[in-house]
């Protein structure tokens, strides 16, 4: 059972006042993740998605993202066109590369930071869970 995430209202107003500033600086406040139940991964960085198609992975990692990307990415995963739209991103290790890349150097255009880094910032464990997330609602 997927659960509504909790701060969806706030989200909501959160993205109505501050999308701009955020896309502007990157300056993003994390949140953290329970990840209760899910094996832990220690600190070297896994090269392929530990928890692929795990179901306490997916819910994690469901409100994991509702809490750290939707503001850009779109709630739900359905980008607005701010940023990619990551039901297209590839399955399988060819996704899970480009997901890593992501978490690791965010994404700077022009000396502009658009994405923050994840890495060190939210653990292994949430970021392979949104990962999950993100693979269970892939599109063609
Ligand atoms: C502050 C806005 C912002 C936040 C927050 C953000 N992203 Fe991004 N993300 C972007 C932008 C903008 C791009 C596109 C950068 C580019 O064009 O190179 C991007 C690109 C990506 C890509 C590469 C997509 C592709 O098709 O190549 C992935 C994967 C990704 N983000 C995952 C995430 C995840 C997972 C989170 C939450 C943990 C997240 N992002 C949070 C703005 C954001």
């Given amino acids: ?67 750290n990307c939707a503001r850009c990415h779109g709630l739900q995963m359905i980008s607005g066109g701010l940023a990619p739209d990551l039901r297209y991103l590839p399955t399988g290790k060819e996704g899970d590369e480009i997901f890593i890349e992501r978490m690791r150097h965010g994404a700077v255009i022009n000396g502009v930071t658009k994405m923050p880094v994840f890495d060190g910032i939210i653990s292994q464990e949430a970021l392979w869970s949104i990962r999950s997330y993100l693979e269970s609602k892939h599109e063609e």
């Fill in 1 to 67: 059972m997927v659960k509504l995430p909790v701060r969806v209202g706030g989200l909501l107003l959160g993205l109505a006042m501050s999308c701009g500033t955020v896309l502007g600086h990157g300056d993003v406040q994390p949140q953290p993740v329970d990840t209760t139940g899910l094996d832990s991964l220690g600190t070297e960085w896994k090269d392929k998605n530990p928890y692929l198609g795990n179901a306490r992975a997916i819910e994690i990692g469901t409100s994991g993202y509702a809490q």
